[in-house]
């Protein structure tokens, strides 16, 4: 099984819709990070968490929320989805102790209509 | 501000030639550099890292990448490319002192012609 999974890994959905990606890791770190991707942009980082009660704002993080509900959980949230936000999701752990490798997810393709 | 520029947005190689990909990087301090490999529908995968010590490292499937600080570069390279390397490859740095953030450059289209 893979050590970092995301659900959904595709997703349509129309403007101003909630819309939830959520991301397990079965790796034990502590730490984890969602990114978006976009065509000749590169990965952005979006939220990164520390640990269960460390969360922190990335680059890029206006439009979204993150819940970090257990160690091996890290959710991302679009309260009211709008086109720009139409990419692809990473979401990333790492061990402590920085900087360390980064282990990421299959990726979610969001498509906002 | 961290920064890093990878030059090259698409490069093609025939298979068996010799492979460089470049980044440059903008940080004021000691960097923590990676190099990362996204085949197509996959996410990202470590192909090695700097943090200090000898300045050419060595990563896994063949590729190495050599750490020049007097030109803030961190080039990837492969002395004999396969088929299977065709890829989008990222290079990033850590950046302890905003956060301990990781930035990502624009990453660079790799195609394999037989």
């Known amino acids: 099984d893979a050590d970092v999974t995301q659900t959904p890994r595709n997703r349509i959905t129309k403007t101003g819709k909630r819309i939830m990606l959520e991301c397990s890791q079965t790796k034990g770190h502590d730490r984890m990070y969602w990114y978006r991707q976009d065509p000749g942009l590169g990965l952005r980082l979006i939220y990164y968490?520390?640990?269960?009660?460390?969360?922190n704002k990335g680059e890029i993080s206006d439009g979204y929320s993150v819940s970090r509900q257990a160690q091996a959980k890290f959710s991302l949230s679009l309260e009211s989805a709008i086109p720009n936000q139409t990419a692809l999701y990473f979401c990333?752990?790492?061990?402590?102790?920085?900087?360390?490798?980064?282990?990421f997810g299959p990726g979610t393709r969001l498509t906002v209509l | 501000a961290q920064s890093v520029t990878q030059p090259d947005i698409h490069i093609t190689v025939s298979e068996g030639a010799s492979l460089e990909l470049r980044c440059n990087y903008s940080y004021g301090a000691t960097p923590y550099l990676f190099w990362y490999v996204q085949s197509p529908g996959q996410g990202l995968q470590l192909l090695l890292k700097?943090?200090?010590?000898?300045?050419l490292v060595q990563g896994i499937k063949g590729f190495e990448a050599e750490f020049k600080r007097s030109q803030s570069s961190f080039n990837l390279r492969k002395p004999s490319v396969h088929w299977s390397d065709a890829a989008e490859y990222f290079c990033?740095?850590?950046?302890?002192?905003?956060?301990?953030?990781?930035?990502f450059g624009t990453g660079t289209s790799l195609t394999v012609i037989p």
């Open positions: 968490s520390f640990d269960v009660k460390d969360i």
């Open positions: 990033a740095v850590g950046a302890r002192n905003t956060g301990n953030q990781f930035y």
């Open positions: 990333a752990t790492s061990d402590t102790g920085f900087p360390d490798t980064q282990y």
């Open positions: 700097y943090f200090s010590g000898d300045t």
